[in-house]
């Protein structure tokens, strides 16, 4: 298999073995299919593309700046180069999209391609294929090795028959596939994220709702859960969505939708229900902490849109950091994958960027928990109350124990868990000095 990318600088880390995202398990796994001459890498297409039996296109499609739909500049301009190097003498080729793209994108590379080459007939000398990729960052592996359905969106066997072969040891070990028409497949993932997205948007607003009713979201989530037609997961409250995927594929669901004069209200009302969220974080912040924060230190704990990645696109971080430093308060933010990268995010400017969870914590008025990172659930009350000068922890992932930290002498508040008391404006602060 050989891997494309016109970033050169990219490709030679990768042929070096250096992985330049964060994502358990990827190294490893690179390192023994291009140790074992069964993955190479190339900063242009090669021969490879016209005896290859598919082609998949990987690259982004950010949204534009113009509008909320996706931009397929990258897409377009990968077909183009595959066209140039189709050879059906060679063999046929499948071009696969795997990139999200708006419906009708496969069609419209088909239309591209043979504009490039006039002499090539779809469906004889060469295909155009969807299938859209389901994989979560920090478990992507997992994702791709044990995915819960492959989707494919092909016109005619050829096609059919190239993706049934590739996936058949998947297929074998469990994983559904299903085969449709290239619109409908485009139209899954999109959906799929939406659909994801609102569900999370849902238990917001339902841990808002039983913040002022004194119950406690998590237990209504797992007994909300239980129920099999609704399903235990992507039911936690937190600060809001963020990643590369969910907002700007809801974005783009709107805008098809738009686009064909149909009504999206429920996606739309997701995207903004969700960016008020991210403020509405901030505010809970500064509430808790008596209502003003300028002068007070707050540890910040996680910037990454969640754990186990380096990515910290459309964070709630990037919302509630430089609101919280807007209104005052002076941020020591610690992330355990992140920090490096995020010193350069102009959103953290004036962030105290420090090397653990404890340097963050020390003599801070509060700590906000902004990603449910493995090593933040374990750190020891006893010795966060050490650490703190105030004794307040907002933990808006639900990630911490409130009763050990309330034991400690700390004020917990997570979200949704029952009612959220704001502190008093002037609060003593810690009694005890960090050792
Ligand atoms: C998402 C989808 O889950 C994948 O299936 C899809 O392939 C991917 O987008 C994509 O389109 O490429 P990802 O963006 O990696 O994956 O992250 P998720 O695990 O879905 O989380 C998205 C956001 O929702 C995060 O900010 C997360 O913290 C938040 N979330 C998720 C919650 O607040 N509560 C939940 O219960 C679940």
Redesign the pocket.
Known sequence: MACVDSNAERIRQLQEGHIPIFEPGLEELVERNAGAGRLVFRDSLGDETARADAVFIAVGTPTRRDSQAADLSFVNQAARGIAERLDPKQGRTVIVTKS?VPVGTASSIEKLVVAARPELRPGRDFDVASNP??????SAIEDFMQPARVICGTEGAHAERVLRELYAPLNVRGSPMMFTDRATAELIKLA??SF?AMK?SF?NEIADLCEQCNADVQDLARGLGLDQRIGP????A?PG??????PK?ADALVAIAREHGVDAHLVETTIRVNDSRKHAMAERVRALMGGCVAGKRIAVLGVT??PNTDDIREAPSLVIVPELIAMGALVAAYDPAASANARSVSAFQGVLWVESAEAAMREADAVVLLTEWDEFRSLSAQRMAELLRGPIVVDLRNALEPKDLQSAGLQYYGVGRGRVQPTPAHRPGRDRKPD
């Not at 990729?133 to 920090?138: C, H, I, N, S, V």
């Not at 997961?233 to 936690?236: H, T, V």
């Not at 969505?241 to 969910?246: A, K």
């Open positions: 999200t990729e389901f994989l979560r960052e920090g799929s994220n994801l999370v238990i997961r992507f039911l936690r937190g969505f963020g990643g590369s995927c969910f594929d849109f969640k």
